[in-house]
Structures are given as structure tokens and as C-alpha cells.
């Protein structure tokens, strides 16, 4: 380094330096494909629990009653077809009617099927429609505790 000039050591270091510190042009996609691989994932683990037609509670046959401060909306299907409402027998077309009037929260009111075990499917199963397209959520279908033979 005999015959190489003073300022040529710093100035080389100085330019190497500035080199170090210059942003990099490139992004780094890896941790971006981590994040879409996972939500890839959870959306594919989620999307058949989102495919269910009407969402109700179905209690267990040997689930004990059910605690609660209020009594809930009942709706009694015979075996004849003929729809009760609490007490009352009501026509299919006015149950929502009647039912937005006394129910005190709203849509959040829980509300009770009783079908006869020889009532006809379908005539349950309109009842239960028509209270979900109404806009009630908390439907559940009432059974008779099951007694070991």
C-alpha cells in the first residue's frame, strides 16, 4: 500500500458503505404467501359450516330442561295439521303477525316447536321456515325425555 495515494483506503470504505445502506428494491413476498396459505386454509375448514338451511337448536333426547328467567314463545303443531300459539289456535299466515306483536325482544325471543310425533313433516317444517325468514334465530324443537325399556 506503498504507492497507492491516502485518500484512496477511506474513500473506497466510504463507497462500500453507502452500498450497506442503500433500501432494497425488492419486496419480500414469503411472509405475504404464509399469511394467504393460512386464510387459504381457515376458509376452507369454515366454508362448509356456513352451507346450514334452517339454524335451530335441537336438544338432546336425555339433555336435562333448560334453566331460564322468562317462558319462552311456544308454537304446538297437532297431529291434524292445526297450529297453537301459546294457547290460541292461529291460522299459518298470521302466526308471524301475531308473534311480532307479543314477542318482547323482538327477534331475539326464543321460540319453542312442538310437533306431534304424527304431525306431517312438511307442515313442521313451514312453520320452522316461516319463523326463520321472519327473522328469529333462537328456534328449538322440543322432545319428550327418553325413557329406557
Given at each position: 500500500?506503498a504507492?497507492?495515494?491516502?485518500?484512496?483506503?477511506?474513500?473506497?470504505?466510504?463507497h462500500?458503505?453507502?452500498?450497506?445502506?442503500?433500501p432494497?428494491?425488492?419486496?419480500n413476498v414469503?411472509?405475504?404467501?404464509?399469511?394467504?396459505?393460512?386464510?387459504?386454509?381457515?376458509?376452507m375448514?369454515?366454508?362448509?359450516?356456513?352451507?346450514?338451511?334452517?339454524?335451530?337448536?335441537?336438544p338432546?333426547?336425555?339433555?336435562?330442561?333448560?334453566?331460564g328467567?322468562?317462558e319462552p314463545i311456544?308454537?304446538s303443531i297437532?297431529?291434524?295439521?292445526?297450529?297453537f300459539?301459546?294457547e290460541?289456535?292461529?291460522?299459518?299466515?298470521?302466526?308471524?303477525s301475531i308473534?311480532q306483536?307479543i314477542a318482547l325482544?323482538g327477534l331475539n325471543?326464543?321460540?319453542?316447536?312442538r310437533?306431534d310425533?304424527?304431525?306431517?313433516y312438511?307442515?313442521?317444517?313451514?312453520?320452522?321456515?316461516?319463523?326463520?325468514?321472519?327473522?328469529?334465530?333462537?328456534?328449538?324443537l322440543?322432545?319428550?325425555?327418553?325413557?329406557?325399556?
Amino acid at each position: 500500500m506503498a504507492g497507492a495515494p491516502a485518500s484512496a483506503t477511506p474513500t473506497g470504505r466510504r463507497h462500500k458503505a453507502r452500498r450497506r445502506y442503500l433500501p432494497m428494491a425488492e419486496i419480500n413476498v414469503t411472509p405475504f404467501v404464509d399469511v394467504m396459505l393460512v386464510l387459504l386454509i381457515i376458509f376452507m375448514v369454515a366454508a362448509p359450516l356456513l352451507t346450514v338451511g334452517v339454524p335451530i337448536d335441537l336438544p338432546e333426547t336425555q339433555a336435562k330442561s333448560l334453566e331460564g328467567d322468562a317462558e319462552p314463545i311456544t308454537i304446538s303443531i297437532r297431529a291434524d295439521g292445526t297450529i297453537f300459539l301459546q294457547e290460541e289456535a292461529v291460522e299459518a299466515d298470521r302466526l308471524i303477525s301475531i308473534l311480532q306483536a307479543i314477542a318482547l325482544n323482538g327477534l331475539n325471543e326464543r321460540i319453542f316447536v312442538r310437533g306431534d310425533r304424527a304431525a306431517d313433516y312438511g307442515t313442521i317444517m313451514r312453520v320452522m321456515g316461516r319463523l326463520n325468514a321472519a327473522g328469529y334465530k333462537r328456534i328449538g324443537l322440543v322432545t319428550a325425555q327418553e325413557t329406557e325399556s
